[in-house]
């Protein structure tokens, strides 16, 4: 079975600085996907960011970023020059390829709170 | 513009009560899924559908029944055996196989009378 660990209910960051969320995950499947989704109080899921296991280099994509550390299992999200509308939950998730199904395990998410 | 509508955005349920969630989608993908999210928690499957007239238990599938008559639409029963039921519905769609991202729609607030 796979598993997703965000160790970071909360975190604090002040506009304009970079802050870090930290993902970790577990799975003996070679194949996988990893994905950052953002939350916002209006409820919907909003994809961020995508890494394969097989990606050579860290995904970017506009301020976000994934620091993908394979052999520590760990998949952080970056987010670069914070904005107050970043304020959300932020949900790390694994995607599992069986060829008959796709199934993604979500973490349990971090509260990110932009401060002037 | 294509995507995915979930119907209501808020429900209520007597106890003892079936209540159907509505899903829809218009991004022709063949898989359509439901998670629950309860506060302060990640998002857990529910059910999945990779297929018309198919469909696999999630994690969480006890107390839910869900079809799969049309490529478009998943919706979602919570019948009366699910004993807490109240918790945030969120269905999503994608295509098959791949490493595509799962496109969710807006979610349903489910809450005991």
């Known amino acids: 079975a796979q598993k997703i660990t965000q160790t970071q209910p909360g975190m604090f960051v002040q506009e304009k600085e970079a802050v870090t969320l930290d993902c970790t995950y577990d799975?003996?499947?070679?194949?996988?996907?990893l994905f950052w989704y953002k939350q916002p109080s209006s409820g919907e899921m909003i994809f961020l960011i995508y890494?394969?296991?097989?990606?050579?280099q860290n995904a970017t994509e506009g301020r976000y970023s994934l620091n993908f550390q394979k052999a520590r299992k760990s998949a952080n999200l970056v987010i670069s020059a914070s904005q107050l509308g970043d304020s959300a939950m932020y949900f790390c998730?694994?995607?599992?390829?069986?060829?008959?199904?796709?199934?993604?395990?979500f973490g349990t998410g971090t509260r990110l709170q932009v401060t002037l | 513009d294509g995507g995915i509508t979930q119907s209501p955005k808020y429900l209520f349920r007597k106890e003892g009560q079936n209540v159907t969630l509505s899903c829809e989608q218009n991004?022709?993908?063949?898989?359509m899924y439901w998670y629950r999210q309860d506060p302060g928690q990640g998002l857990r499957l529910i059910y999945y559908?990779?297929?018309?007239?198919?469909?696999q238990k999630g994690d969480i599938a006890e107390g839910y029944s869900v079809s799969r008559e049309k490529k478009e639409s998943f919706p979602l029963t919570v019948t009366s055996a699910q004993k807490n039921p109240t918790a945030f519905y969120l269905c999503?769609?994608?295509?098959?196989?791949?490493?595509?991202?799962?496109?969710f729609g807006d979610g349903t607030r489910l809450s005991i009378l």
């Open positions: 799975t003996s499947d070679p194949s996988y996907g």
């Open positions: 991004l022709n993908h063949d898989a």
């Open positions: 890494q394969g296991s097989y990606d050579q």
């Open positions: 998730a694994i995607l599992i390829n069986t060829g008959t199904a796709s199934k993604l395990t």
């Open positions: 559908s990779q297929i018309v007239n198919d469909f």
């Open positions: 999503a769609s994608s295509i098959i196989g791949g490493v595509e991202p799962q496109h």
